[in-house]
């Protein structure tokens, strides 16, 4: 059998179980779930209904069952009512670019713990973050406990202290000040499968869609830079977090409501650009 790739050429297929469902009442053959494909898996066949070639990779994208006007197409791997209704308002870009240039990082928090229905609202609109090839590797610790994240701290303080480094941070904590996690109510880590490649990629941009969905809620956010860091050199710290094995740690935030509020925007270094 042979079939019309999105090049147009003929590619020569042989007859296999598909994960694709195609209703032909529905389908109007308009190549949308072919052109759409990353990975090539689909193609137009001899009636112009999409067909799964030979020897593909699926990676479970859902973009051809999502692009579909007529829902004539199901995958069997990605049940239909697990996809989301598709809103395609945008937000005014003025109204975007104040909201991106107000972010700021919140080292100040109150005592009050964050809601769960919140996090879990928050760590469902991370798991939709773009990953390499829909990977979706992702692994999300929560401490949602104040004197464990406490502890958290405790345990950078020990790696500090042993390695005689960041006086100046051992001296803030003598002195009654968290300078690691800065009182945060809630900490977040992302995870990776250590011989994954992209993981440090995928985390970040994880980390970086939940940090928007709670600065939108109010909440105020900061980077876990030196929690990510140390957890890398020190045993003990992995432990306490409970990081599964053949995981590493790839990022992490501290969020919890805001002790301040600012007034002003502060400046930042002039663009640094290069146009070719």
Known sequence: MKSLGRSGREIQEVPLVSQFIVDT?????DGL???VCPAGVLALGKERFPEELPDSHCNLCGHCVAVCPHGALTHTGLPREDFLPADNTLP????????LNNRRSVRGYKKKPIAKKTLDALLD????????SNS?????????????VHDLSAEVIDWARASGSSPAMLAQWEAGYDGVLRGAPTVIVACAPEEYGWGKQDCAIALTFLELAAEARG??????GILTRIAALHPPLREALSVPAGYAVCGGLMLGERKYKYRLVPPRKPLSVQWL
Not at 136 to 148: A, G
């Open 136 to 148: 979706q590797n992702v692994h999300w610790i929560v401490v949602n406990d104040s004197e464990k």
């Open 219 to 224: 909440l105020g956010v900061c980077w876990a």
């Open 92 to 99: 005014a870009p003025a109204l975007m670019d104040n909201f």
């Open 125 to 132: 609109v991370a798991r939709r973050a773009p990953t390499a």
């Open 33 to 35: 779930c072919v052109a």
């Open 25 to 29: 009442n529905l389908c109007k053959k």
